[in-house]
């Protein structure tokens, strides 16, 4: 069982940055591969980022460019780089585990509480 703890999120301005962590324990973190999702009010949670367990990455058409995942093994711990943020950003933001790192959120085994950024344009 692996427990999931984001945290790194808040309230910025449009073009601002910011770098959300995902704190994992119970588990062999390495072994899993790793996604962000999001969900914004009234919309349906959409996937973001995912990494591999292989290193592979992958990224949401409408974050490329300006986000980027990545892992630090030895600390057990997720990041999302987020950089020119704009107000369509603004969603709860997830972090999951699962087998294979892809972009179906039925796929993930384990999700944090999530946590909240807010983009003010």
């Known amino acids: 069982q692996v427990q999931l703890v984001e945290s790194g999120g808040g309230l910025v301005q449009a073009g601002d940055s910011l770098r959300l962590s995902c704190a994992a324990s119970g588990g062999t973190f390495s072994n899993y591969a790793m996604g962000w999702f999001r969900q914004a009010p009234g919309k349906e949670r959409e996937f973001v980022a995912a990494l591999s367990w292989t290193g592979n990455t992958y990224y949401a058409d409408s974050v490329k460019g300006r986000f980027t995942i990545s892992r630090d093994n030895a600390k057990n711990t997720l990041y999302l780089q987020m950089n020119s943020l704009r107000p369509k950003d603004t969603a709860v933001y997830y972090c999951?585990?699962?087998?294979?790192?892809?972009?179906?959120?039925?796929?993930?085994?384990?999700w944090g509480q999530g946590t909240q950024v807010t983009v003010s344009s």
């Open positions: 999951a585990a699962g087998q294979w790192g892809n972009t179906r959120a039925g796929d993930y085994d384990y």
